[in-house]
């Protein structure tokens, strides 16, 4: 019996939309070419940094971050807020605490990240960052510690996240429940692969994810 739900939470949480259009913006390439070429990655299985090193060969990125927040000091850059939540995020997360269960938000994310996912003030139990814990997704280790924090049997563990490759496989491999949400191009394109029977469940929103573990 599923007892804690954990979540990843760039496209399971997060929309990005507003983040890659800031780094077109910035590198000065219409938003459409960058957010095309962040599809492109996906249906190829490469890295998102690559967009970067196709645009601009040699690319620094941690240069370039660094010059951006020069230029920019107070402006959210490469980082997210409230207004990034998919809308059924919150009410999804409320449902889910509703019935019961221990809600984790788990996911590869730079130290930011836990203040403004903290200042958002999700009912969640814990929030965790792969920068915290100094492991990431996909390695073994990421999920001991998700087994660990939550205080579970992994079995008792759903783990909800848009990729097959960083969330549903080793979460899988660990034991755990899995549920790939359909959202964003990693989670629609991985979503309709033969491979998705892999996971428990596949979703659309948290709307669902609730619904169904009422059930």
Do not use: C
Request: net charge negative.
């Amino acid at each position: 019996m599923v007892r804690a739900v954990v979540f990843d939470v760039g496209e399971t949480l997060i929309d990005e939309t507003r983040i890659w259009s800031r780094w077109a913006d910035r590198l000065g390439f219409p938003r459409f070419t960058v957010l095309g070429m962040l599809g492109g990655m996906a249906a190829l299985d490469r890295p998102f940094s690559d967009v970067f090193e196709l645009l601009r060969p040699g690319f620094d990125l941690e240069a370039e971050q660094e010059a951006w927040k020069r230029d920019d000091p107070d402006g959210l850059r490469v980082n997210f807020d409230a207004d990034d939540l998919y809308p059924d995020v919150r009410p999804g997360l409320a449902a889910l605490r509703d019935l019961g269960y221990e809600l984790i938000i788990a996911g590869n994310q730079p130290p930011q990240a836990y203040d403004a996912l903290a200042a958002m003030d999700l009912p969640v139990d814990a929030i965790h960052t792969s920068d915290g814990w100094g492991v990431a997704k996909p390695a073994p280790e990421f999920f001991a510690k998700v087994v660990a924090v939550s205080g579970r049997e992994p079995g008792e563990i759903l783990y909800v996240g848009d990729r097959l490759d960083n969330d549903v496989r080793p979460a899988r491999a660990a034991g755990m429940r899995t549920a790939l949400i359909r959202r964003g191009p990693w989670g629609h394109l991985h979503a309709d692969r033969p491979e998705a029977a892999e996971a428990d469940h596949v979703i659309d929103d948290l709307h669902a994810l609730a619904a169904l573990l009422r059930r």
